[in-house]
């Protein structure tokens, strides 16, 4: 057999697998959405932050959930679901956000998941690592627990208290004094006593559970949403936020059962995907120093609905930052 003298083949194309062969964290190649290896809309696979301007990475943990588990597989499933956005330019915006934003994906945060109690730590030195390169962060999910190890890390990057921008169904500010406890339903209880947020410029959106206190938080219920129209809830987050530092979680359980089923505590009568987005892609003005996307559990997804959700809100998320900077 006659061997192939490699030095007559043509190059390689600029297509396929560049998740892992794209030399730099801009731009976009052409891919095949049903094949190639996954990151989340196609962005490098790196530990290399420098340059970066937003890091993307999971931290698949569900140990903290109260009714369904499989969250910690949720990272996956956004990845897998972000196929079709790395495709055409982002609607409504119009542009190809990576021309703008140097984004890469760093896998997921590594933990003991069989030594519970240190998983903490291990959140939040994967979370300083990223912060200190001077990259912003986009988290997925995971249970919702995981912000309360981040918020740490950032109110220790940007000062304490920030502001919160939270999106979900429940307030998660129940009380809990334990300060080892892993409980997806009292990080924010920790967080306000521990002075990481001001509850006072802070806001919780489509909020449809019950708690005797809600600490002081301002809160735009399902209700509210449903009965002022988007573009008016909009209007109220600004004015709450204002120019303040913020970090925003998004509990993909914010959205109704009907828009999101593959979650951990599903509640009836939530926002509609629509909704969310209109609300994401007005976030502009806000100076958003951190951002999650939780509590997506694909045992319980039909036809990957909620993990599509996610991916959308995530992609919108990297357009917001894109559209700032390109302002500047």
């Known amino acids: 057999m006659t061997p192939i003298d490699s030095s007559t083949l043509a190059p390689e194309p600029p297509a396929g697998d560049s998740a892992i062969r794209r030399s730099s964290p801009y731009g976009t190649w052409p891919e095949n959405t049903y094949a190639g290896v996954l990151s989340f809309m196609r962005r490098n696979y790196t530990r290399q932050f420098e340059g970066a301007d937003v890091v993307i990475s999971g931290i698949p943990l569900d140990l903290a959930t109260t009714f369904r588990p499989g969250a910690r597989l949720g990272p996956a499933a956004v990845r897998a679901a972000s196929v079709q956005l790395a495709e055409l330019k982002p609607f409504p915006w119009g542009f190809d956000p990576f021309d703008t934003l140097a984004v890469v994906d760093a896998g997921d945060c590594w933990f003991d998941a069989h030594h519970p109690l240190t998983i903490p730590e291990a959140i939040r030195q994967h979370a300083r690592r990223i912060l200190a390169s001077g990259a912003r962060m986009l988290t997925f999910g995971g249970d919702h627990y995981i912000t309360y190890p981040l918020l740490q890390a950032h109110a220790e990057r940007f000062g304490a208290p920030l502001s919160l921008i ?12 334990s300060p080892d406890s892993l409980n997806h ?5 920790k967080a ?13 959106i489509g909020i449809r559970t019950w708690n005797d206190d809600f600490m002081g938080m301002q809160v735009i219920d399902a209700p509210a949403v449903h009965r002022l129209g988007a573009a008016a809830v ?4 600004l004015q709450i936020v204002g120019e303040r530092p913020a970090y925003l979680t998004f509990d993909i359980d ?7 089923p593959g979650t951990g505590t599903p509640v009836a009568g ?3 995907s629509a909704q969310a987005l209109e609300i994401v892609r007005g976030l502009v003005p806000v100076q958003l120093v951190g951002m999650d996307v939780v509590e997506v559990s694909p045992p319980f997804d039909q036809s990957e609905i909620t993990a599509l959700a996610a991916a ?17």
């Open 185 to 189: 339903g009292t990080m924010f209880y």
């Open 270 to 272: 939530g926002l509609s």
């Open 312 to 328: 959308h809100i995530a992609a919108d998320l990297l357009c917001v930052l894109a559209a700032q900077k390109r302002a500047a």
């Open 254 to 260: 914010c959205l109704d059962p009907a828009h999101a």
């Open 234 to 237: 909009l209007q109220r987050v």
């Open 166 to 177: 939270h999106f979900d169904a429940h307030c998660d500010t129940w009380p809990d004094d």
């Open 192 to 204: 306000i006593r521990e002075g990481l947020i001001d509850p006072a410029h802070s806001v919780q």
